[in-house]
């Protein structure tokens, strides 16, 4: 069978999806206290089942690196990566900052160094409190009351488990036959469901789905990578979401069209995915080698920076052939 599974009525019951409203958040499904949404469909049997088929004998990494220079989204004003030194043989010698004396700090080499960036650079997560309606986010959470002064105290990444779930790709660009998708190109309900038929690819409740644009065929360069990046728009976003996806992700910046074609709501699929339908986003994934691969069923693994309240974090997510 290819495309979406048939939903029963106890997944809908399931799926935040299935209870949204428009440009409204949605009450989870999951409890009053619920903060990661649609990857409460990870549990223990899902765990067990996926690593039953796992082939760990290759291990295809979907990060991208981080280096000062690198593409980021900075539209908004946010920073870009920035690393230095604070820590060089040389320099300790000559400061001694550890205490160790001069022949102590010639014997041990020293290099330490720190990094500051916007907490969606690179390969990263969006989390549940990164997008809302108003003053609330997914689960009615108001900023009134979660939102302090240097973090949200509800559904920041740190409340993220480690995600094992079975992944699918969804390669759009292959699809299409091109190298990449074209700047602004919208991808809707029925690329994704042509791309399930021609690969041959089911979608399941419970799935992380990976859409491919292309788009990294053109990293590092900021210029090519970043402006009018492809996407799904809403209805492509529904359309998965309602299937029971648990993180959807892509290897653009944003995930979704851009620029935005609703003249009153600059983040559509973010805000769609992040309020209504509880669906974490990963974005900046580098899908290449398991496109070239045809790589389109695998084992997900990703695990972010537990950052208490953050927004977003990176990660490094990897995939896994399945045997059998």
């Known amino acids: 069978m290819c495309g979406p599974t048939?939903?029963?009525a106890a997944e809908k019951a399931r799926i935040a999806a299935y209870d949204g409203k428009f440009r409204e958040v949605t009450a989870s499904p999951f409890g009053t206290d619920d903060e990661i949404g649609m990857l409460n469909l990870i549990d223990a049997e899902s765990r067990r089942t996926i690593m039953s088929r796992t082939d760990a004998g290759t291990v295809f990494?979907?990060?991208?690196?981080?280096?000062?220079?690198?593409?980021?989204?900075?539209?908004?004003?946010?920073q870009g990566y920035q690393m230095w030194m604070t820590h060089t043989p040389r320099g300790t010698v000559l400061d001694d900052q550890p205490g160790a004396g001069h022949a102590g700090n010639e014997l041990v080499a020293y290099s330490g160094d720190a990094f500051s960036m916007y907490t969606h650079t690179g390969t990263?997560?969006?989390?549940?409190?990164?997008?809302?309606?108003?003053?609330?986010?997914?689960?009615?959470?108001?900023?009134?009351?979660?939102l302090g002064s240097r973090h949200w105290d509800v559904a920041g990444?740190?409340?993220h488990p480690p995600i094992l779930a079975r992944g699918i790709l969804l390669d759009i660009a292959g699809l299409l036959g091109v190298d990449m998708l074209e700047p602004s190109y919208g991808i809707g309900e029925?690329?994704?469901?042509?791309?399930?038929?021609?690969?041959?690819?089911?979608?399941?409740?419970?799935?992380?789905?990976?859409?491919?644009?292309?788009?990294?065929?053109?990293?590092?360069?900021?210029?090519?990578y970043l402006p009018n990046g492809p996407g799904i728009n809403r209805e492509g976003a529904e359309y998965l979401a309602r299937a029971g996806a648990i993180m959807i992700g892509a290897d653009t910046v944003g995930l979704e069209q851009m620029p935005s074609s609703d003249p009153e709501n600059w983040q559509v699929v973010h805000t769609y995915l992040l309020a209504e339908a509880g669906v974490p986003i990963l974005e900046v994934a580098d899908l290449e080698r398991i496109a070239a691969e045809k790589l389109y069923e695998?084992?997900?693994?990703?695990?972010?920076?537990?950052?208490?309240?953050a927004t977003g974090s990176p990660i490094r997510p990897v995939a896994m052939p399945l045997a059998g």
């Open 298 to 309: 695998f084992a997900f693994f990703g695990a972010c920076i537990r950052l208490r309240g």
């Open 61 to 78: 990494d979907l990060s991208v690196d981080n280096f000062v220079g690198m593409p980021t989204f900075s539209a908004a004003g946010d």
């Open 124 to 146: 990263h997560i969006d989390a549940l409190n990164h997008f809302g309606y108003r003053d609330r986010i997914f689960n009615n959470f108001t900023a009134h009351e979660h």
């Open 157 to 159: 990444a740190d409340k």
């Open 190 to 224: 029925q690329d994704l469901a042509d791309a399930l038929k021609h690969q041959g690819t089911e979608l399941r409740p419970g799935d992380v789905v990976l859409i491919r644009t292309g788009r990294m065929q053109a990293w590092p360069d900021p210029q090519a």
């Open 6 to 8: 048939l939903i029963s």
